[in-house]
């Protein structure tokens, strides 16, 4: 595991991505095509696109795609945040070892997160509706639906004659993802049988109920009886305003495998501070690597008295069932 410079304070603050949104005039949508050049340190260098058909979303992709399928990656925003270029240096490098990522959000420039305002009161929409807003809140940006859409466009993608994708993914891998208000839009589709693991970012359910957090999404601590598959919980430490939401979430958890680890780095991780998003990328790789392909490296990361994690002084784990 790389070592590299804790970024604190003031710097941290100013990527809280759950107090973070686009300026009150967000900047136009990117036309479709390929947004940038390829990056990321895997085999594949990775490109950042958008398709006309599903343009409310932002896809990463090796530039080159590999004869054998790819894994599909769903991820959320931040503050669910309408933004799929908001976390494009981490998104990139995961897509560049070997992962189709699909992205919640409009392709706009990549700038600096923002102070998010709070969001107008509205009456609640009917119960059960995928990622509405909770009681008294405003709807978010992005729903946790749109995970999901941006999944059955992949599935129809891939089947569809004439596609470009047509049998370049691999359907039956998927994964969910997506950081502090993406997280728990990650842990409110997790239950999708399609979905065979899930990696929580920054976040947790929150212990009062959702009206009494920052996003507007719907979701109690009964999702997590749900989950059918493994579930990585990754958090910036005490300091993370999440932390306790998520340790309560890992302790609550007895039916399926689990991961609880964190960096004392905050709630902002290392998305944006690093290079190819620093040590969360590499757990996200690890952990992708070991529940989609099998690898025994991804899994010597996460299992037994030796793991990488383990021995890594830099990370605090715990685990259940891995």
Not at 17 to 27: H, R
Not at 281 to 310: E, N, Y
């Amino acid at each position: 595991m790389k070592r590299f410079a804790w970024v604190l304070g003031a710097a941290a603050l100013a990527l809280v991505s759950s107090a973070a949104v686009a300026d009150d005039a967000a900047p136009p949508p990117l036309p479709p095509g390929i947004i940038g050049a390829a990056a990321g340190s895997g085999p594949y260098p990775a490109i950042a696109e958008v398709d006309p058909g599903l343009s409310n979303h932002t896809l990463y992709r090796p530039q080159r795609m590999p004869a054998k399928p790819l894994p599909v990656v769903l991820w959320g925003n931040g503050a669910c945040r309408d933004n799929g270029l908001g976390y494009a240096r981490f998104l990139r490098q995961i897509a560049s070892h070997g992962y189709f990522v699909v992205a919640v959000g409009h392709a706009r420039r990549e700038e600096p997160m923002r102070p998010r305002p709070a969001p107008t009161t509205v009456p609640a929409p009917a119960v059960g509706t995928p990622g509405a807003p909770g009681p008294g809140r405003g709807a978010d940006e992005t729903q946790a639906a749109q995970l999901l859409e941006g999944l059955d466009w992949a599935v129809a993608e891939n089947g569809r004659r004439g596609s470009p994708l047509r049998r370049k993914l691999d359907t039956g891998k998927v994964a969910v993802m997506g950081h502090s208000c993406g997280g728990l839009q990650a842990i409110a589709v997790a239950a999708d049988p399609r979905i065979r693991t899930a990696m929580i970012w920054n976040s947790g359910v929150y212990n009062r109920g959702p009206a009494t957090g920052r996003s507007g999404i719907a979701i109690t601590k009964e999702a997590l009886r749900a989950l059918h598959g493994p579930i990585a919980y990754v958090n910036g430490g005490p300091a993370d305003i999440a932390y306790a939401n998520a340790l309560d979430d890992f302790e609550k958890i007895d039916h399926v495998p689990a991961l609880f680890a964190w960096l004392p780095v905050g709630h902002g991780g290392t998305f944006f501070t690093d290079p190819d998003g620093g040590p969360y990328a590499d757990v996200a790789i690890g952990w992708l690597d070991w529940q989609l392909k099998g690898s025994g490296k991804g899994r010597s990361m996460f299992t037994g008295p030796a793991c990488g994690l383990c021995k890594d002084v830099a990370w605090t784990i715990r685990r259940k069932r891995l």
